[in-house]
């Protein structure tokens, strides 16, 4: 057994050098690395001790700073733009929650960034933040990969649009879910969350949630919770009502 | 002589009014302004209650947000670069020294930006921030105007160059004077550190400083203090002779 497994890990590739690293890495960023080195490095933990041809060690730490720099000045450009009746204060205190560690992790987990970590520590042993290292480490790799226009391009469909509700940030809406139950009350509809899928493997739990109203699917959401999956499925619900009202 | 005031008032044109302006902007930051309302903001104070044709106020303080931010990415990025044995931890540091508000408000008086505010307060009013709110203003509307690489070419001449300077900031270096006076006492030369302009504007105060080795003048500088500008010549000759050593 201790043989086969000698063999099995001899030959076994590093979850990056896997044919399909770069095809995944292009499905993540919507575009074709230039320089895959990049990225490598932004999935390469302390662990590895690996180091590059000068002698400097090859991890994710640094490129974190840089991806958090980029992070926050792409997320200023956006809120200065968006929100122009928005004083400094109100501008700082928006990117705070929109860069929040939690937040960050949670991008990370969408992503499933963790996949590709290549370490000598299993990634069980690895902390929450870990998601959002990998977050931040992989705009590092962005921006040497591709500038700030790169960032920009990735932050806008990654975390912008999905993820960035003024709004709500701003606590004017504290739940799209009582939001719309509030309006099936009102309005004398039924409603109903539905768990359709729920795989328990640690580190990766997912639960998928369907929002019927009046019996008909109105909106499907995932997240890793049952909470944040039927918040998220809620939300899409009123971006989609609110999308017809406006047509009308 | 309050009706020739009134009348000096009202034709008085504000600061960036004058058709000077846009020269000296375009000194300022090496390139000619595509669009000039986004500099004629960044030196508008709040004082001036100026608004916007959508009703939205004109001043800087939007602009302080965007330009911190767009200067701490260009920060991260330079030093990212230059120090690549500095981990997280490193970089971090040296970033926070860079960016401090003392050295921002050295910055902004020494481009003596002050000069150009729109305000119903007199300049004399406002406390020493100013000088660097409207470095980081000024660094707002060139993103506005010129992108993140207009930011980075800007930086890069009137911050990086100039003033990152890595071993002083890391604490390596503690005074380029003192190092210049040992040289001198142990290679047997005589030191004069000579001030030869000192103008006591308030606000706008600046030293010269001649530094003479050998009765031979090796460097100038400017500062705002005899002590800054003494560290500088220093600096300076300091750079000079490592230059020479280097050459042969």
């Known amino acids: 057994m201790g043989f086969f497994k000698n063999i099995f890990s001899k030959s076994r590739h590093t979850p990056q050098e896997g044919g399909i690293f770069f095809t995944e890495m292009q499905n993540i960023l919507g575009f074709a690395p230039l320089d895959i080195n990049h990225y490598i490095k932004a999935f390469t933990h302390r662990s590895s001790n690996k180091l590059d041809d000068k002698g400097f060690p090859i991890n994710y730490e640094r490129l974190e700073f840089l991806g958090d720099a980029m992070l926050g000045s792409v997320i200023a450009a956006h809120l200065f733009n968006e929100v122009p009746t928005g004083d400094e204060g109100y501008l700082t205190k928006m990117r705070s929650k929109i860069v929040s560690r939690e937040h960050l992790n949670e991008l990370g987990r ?6 590709w970590v290549e370490s000598k520590v299993s990634t069980q042993h690895f902390g929450e933040n870990i998601h959002g290292n990998l977050f931040e480490a992989l705009i ?3 921006y040497l990969d591709r500038g700030f226009e790169g960032c920009e391009q990735f932050i806008k469909k990654k975390v ?5 509700d003024i709004p709500k940030l701003e606590g004017k809406v504290i739940s799209y879910k009582s939001l719309v139950i509030e309006w099936c009350q009102k309005e004398k509809k039924t409603f109903h969350f539905e768990v ?5 493997i640690e580190g990766q739990k997912h639960f998928g949630v369907k929002l019927k109203i009046d019996g008909e699917i109105i909106a499907r959401a995932r997240a890793t919770s049952k909470k944040k999956a039927e918040e998220k499925a809620a939300q899409r619900a009123f971006f989609a009502f609110q999308e017809k009202i406006n047509k009308k």
Do not use: F, S
């Not at 969408?110 to 996949?115: G, P, R, S």
């Open 110 to 115: 969408d992503l499933n960034l963790i996949k």
């Open 140 to 142: 590092g790799a962005i």
């Open 160 to 164: 912008i649009v999905p993820y960035v």
């Open 196 to 200: 359709y899928e729920d795989n328990g």
